[in-house]
């Protein structure tokens, strides 16, 4: 993939994960891709984009054990996810 096309990506996948309209999966999902999209894969892209199309209350529910992850979802990046929301919640109370 072309550089430039790569980075509008990323740009575009850090603020829809950013900019979601739920608060809560804004705290997670926003953080988590400032800090980790730029060095996944193409292939993982695609997953964290197929993540960001659910709806908010689904994919927050998955994220903090709300609710059962479908299996077409319960991937290693969904794992990942999951456990970095304990660090984004660590970060907002040091910050």
Request: proline share 0%; charged share 25%; hydrophobic share 45%.
């Given at each position: 993939m072309d550089s430039d096309?790569?980075?509008n990506r990323l740009k575009k996948l850090k603020f829809r994960?950013?900019?979601r309209g739920f608060v809560e999966a804004d705290l997670i999902l926003g953080p988590f891709a400032q800090q980790k999209v730029?060095?996944?894969s193409p292939e993982m892209?695609?997953?964290f984009e197929r993540l960001l199309d659910q709806p908010d209350q689904d994919l927050y529910g998955w994220i903090v054990g709300l609710k059962p992850i479908p299996p077409?979802?319960?991937t290693a990046l969904m794992a990942e996810l999951?456990?970095?929301r304990?660090?984004?919640f660590k970060a907002r109370q040091e910050a």
């Open positions: 096309l790569r980075q994960a950013s900019h730029a060095d996944m892209l695609d997953e077409q979802y319960d999951s456990a970095f304990f660090s984004a």
